[in-house]
Structure formats: structure tokens, C-alpha cells
């Protein structure tokens, strides 16, 4: 009997070698595990991740995403390829269905030379680039599906290949060890910025009663002696005006020396989010916040947009008592790569509003003026538009 006689078992054919790792794998591995050691926020790393993976299959678009525990969507979303302009255009974070979902269920990778062609496509919202071949890699921790790998539009040729695919797969394995070190990172910022917080009120209320506590009897003193001694009400009022000058330096030196020690490590939208977070548990209000990944400004310039966001917010919780307040940093008449352009920051809130234009309303807020003298130290432009009853807009646009 022959060996291709009907009937005889043949011989499984050999197995094929596996794929040596390239240095382009390698080095997308590296930097993987790069992030387990450094600080970097959950974003700026799932930004590099999809960077990598991107690179590494010579995709046009990459994106990874990480869902929420529970419902249908993803807690984050980032994507490589696309401009910021397009991803607003696009429209909100997309809906864990579809291929997206299957990628969260499934543990094995999947992938296709045509998207469309699969089942379980659905649909692309209206903006959404056309796509054709398609790459999905679960990431895997501990067996359960954490977040996974989308990649799109093999370039120079029609489909991924089986070499592609072992590369993300290779990603993923060190992706999900990343991942997990940067959301603990981000819990432990959490209750540091809490226990700075705490740390810096006590500091201040140590610094600060005194000299209160002094300017009341000085104010006091007076106010009895301006009918009965003016001469010595006047040696008062000098007291109290030494004291007050006093008070100002010591705040604006406490102040000035708050810049959070992150911003320069993490970045604003990092930071943002942190301290918005904060915020929105502190005084029970819903803050949501929409940023593009890369604000494009230098250091001095990230700082002194968080301050007006900082003030904007505040004056929201307490002066406005806003229930819901949205933030959003924006890219404007950016190129593909979003190198040009203007960065726009705006606080909208659904408080009581006001009227901007009243007299003597920015003398009674001096967090308005020091809003206007932030941007206009930027080269921005500040607006604000309210209205009693109606809610406040805050826009703050900066040449990048």
C-alpha cells in the first residue's frame, strides 16, 4: 500500500518553525516592559502600546481598548493613524459590539483581509474611515480578556499576515503586565493627590490663622476708633493693610509652589484627569473630561492652562453650584498631525450662571482676572459666556 492509498493515516506535515522575533519586535517589547518600571499614566502607555502595534504590523490605524467591568463600553479607547480633527468628527468612544466585542470575549486572535465581509461587522459611524483588512489581538491577563488589539489597513498589501499576528500576539503577552502596573499607578497617585491635599490644608490653615486671627482685631481696633481717636484709627488701618500685604505674599508664594510634581512626567491630560477626579468626589459633582492625547504646549504652557481649568472648575463647584461640569481639551485647525493649530480648553457648566459684563463683578471674583492675565501671558484668548440661570462657558484658546 502506497502512502496516498485511501485508508492509510498519513503523516501530519512538519510543523512550522516559529517566527524569530525582529528588532522592530524586540524593541516594541522593550518598551512594553519599559513602562512596567516607569511612571507613566495608563494613557500615555496604551498610547505607546497601539504605537507599537501599529509599527510593528505596518498598519495604517491601531487602537487599543480597554472596557469597562460592566455594561458596553470601554473605560479607554486610544487610537494611532487618525488626526484629532477626524476623531472628533467620529464622534463619541465606540460601543464594545461587533468585532470590538468579539475581541474582548474570544482569547484567540482573528484576523481577515476584508472587515466588512465579516458577520459580525455592523456599521461605522458617518466620518469613520473606510477599512479593509483587519488584525484583533485579545490581551489576556490571569485568563480573562482585559482589553485588546485593533489593527486596520495592512499597508502594501492586502491582508495581515501570519507573522503580523504572532508579533501582536508577542505585544499583548507583555501589554497586559503594563497595563496592570500603570492602573496601579494611577490608584496610587489617587490617594496621594488626596493625602497632599489634606497635607497642604493643614498647612495652610497652620500659616494662616494667625495672621487672620490678627488682621480681625486689627479691623476691629479701628473701626472703634474712627469716630473717637482717627489719628490711631489710621495707625490701624496701616497695621491692617501690612498685614493683608503679608497674607497676599504668603498665599501667592504657597500657590505659585503647588505646581504638581507630575505635570512634567505625565503631562496635563494625566494630571487633568487626576485632580478632576478628585474634585468631582470631593464636592459630589459629575465631571467629565474629553481630551486629545497631546496638547502640544511646553511646560510653562501646560502649567498655566491646569491653572485656568483649576479656577474655572472651582468658581463652577462654588460659586455656580454646578451639578454636572464637562471639560474639554481640543485641537483647532490642526494638520493630519495636529502639528498647528490652536489648543482649546473649555469648562461648561450647568450652575446658576451670571452676568460677565456686570460692574464690579471681576472685582468680587479676582479668579476671573487671574484667568485673563494666565491666558493673556500665553498669547490666548479667554471667553465667557453665561447667562443668570443658564450655566457658564469658559474657553481658553492657545497658539500651539
Known amino acids: 500500500m502506497t502512502p496516498d492509498e485511501p485508508g492509510r493515516p498519513q503523516p501530519a506535515p512538519p510543523a512550522a518553525p516559529p517566527v524569530e522575533p525582529t528588532g522592530a ?10 513602562s512596567v518600571t516607569s511612571e507613566a499614566s495608563l494613557d500615555r502607555v496604551l498610547h505607546q502600546l497601539a504605537s507599537s502595534a501599529r509599527d510593528l504590523a505596518g498598519a495604517r490605524y491601531a487602537a487599543i481598548g480597554i472596557p469597562e467591568p460592566e455594561g458596553d463600553e470601554f473605560a479607554r479607547f ?35 483581509p476584508d472587515i466588512r465581509a465579516d458577520p459580525r461587522f455592523e ?38 499576515s501570519a507573522a503580523d499576528e504572532e508579533a501582536i500576539v508577542l505585544l499583548a503577552s507583555h501589554a497586559a503586565l503594563a497595563i496592570d502596573h500603570a492602573r496601579l499607578v494611577e490608584d496610587s497617585r489617587q490617594l496621594a493627590l488626596v493625602a497632599e491635599r489634606a497635607r497642604l490644608a493643614r498647612e495652610l490653615h497652620d500659616a494662616m490663622s494667625q495672621s487672620l486671627f ?34 497676599v505674599a504668603e498665599l501667592r ?19 487633568l ?49 454646578a451639578r454636572r461640569i464637562a471639560v474639554t481639551l481640543a485641537l483647532s485647525g490642526a494638520g493630519e498631525r495636529g502639528e498647528h493649530g490652536e489648543l482649546v480648553a473649555r469648562v461648561a457648566d450647568d450652575g446658576v450662571g451670571f452676568d ?13 482676572t487671574s484667568m485673563d492675565e494666565r491666558a493673556a501671558a500665553l498669547g490666548g484668548r479667554l471667553t465667557i459666556d453665561s447667562t443668570p440661570g443658564a450655566g457658564t462657558t469658559v474657553e481658553l484658546r492657545v497658539p500651539r
Open 123 to 160: 456599521w461605522w459611524p458617518a466620518a469613520h474611515p473606510r477599512m479593509g483588512s483587519f488584525l484583533g489581538v485579545p490581551i489576556v491577563a490571569r485568563g480573562a480578556v482585559v482589553g485588546a488589539f485593533y489593527l486596520a489597513d495592512k499597508e502594501d498589501t492586502d491582508e495581515f
Open 356 to 368: 460677565p459684563g456686570a460692574v464690579g463683578h471681576r472685582a468680587r471674583r479676582l479668579g476671573l
Open 214 to 247: 490678627s488682621l480681625q482685631l486689627s479691623v476691629g481696633t479701628a473701626a472703634g476708633l474712627l469716630r473717637t481717636d482717627p489719628d490711631r484709627a489710621a495707625d490701624e488701618l496701616a497695621a491692617v493693610q501690612r498685614l493683608a500685604a503679608g497674607i
Open 273 to 321: 484627569c487626576d485632580q478632576l477626579a478628585v474634585t468631582a468626589r470631593a464636592h459630589d459633582v459629575a465631571i467629565d473630561l474629553d481630551a486629545c492625547e497631546d496638547p502640544g504646549l511646553d511646560a510653562e504652557g501646560e502649567h498655566q492652562v491646569l491653572r485656568i481649568v483649576q479656577e474655572a472648575v472651582g468658581n463652577a463647584v462654588r460659586h455656580a453650584h
Open 78 to 112: 486610544v487610537t494611532v493613524g487618525m488626526s484629532d480633527e477626524l476623531i472628533d468628527r467620529i464622534g463619541p468612544l465606540p460601543r464594545t459590539h461587533g468585532l470590538l466585542a468579539a475581541m474582548l470575549s474570544e482569547t484567540q486572535p482573528y484576523r481577515t
Open 253 to 271: 508664594s504657597t500657590v505659585e509652589g503647588l505646581r504638581p510634581a507630575d505635570l512634567e512626567r505625565d503631562g496635563l491630560v494625566a494630571v
Open 25 to 34: 519586535v524586540l524593541a516594541a517589547l522593550a518598551a512594553a516592559l519599559g
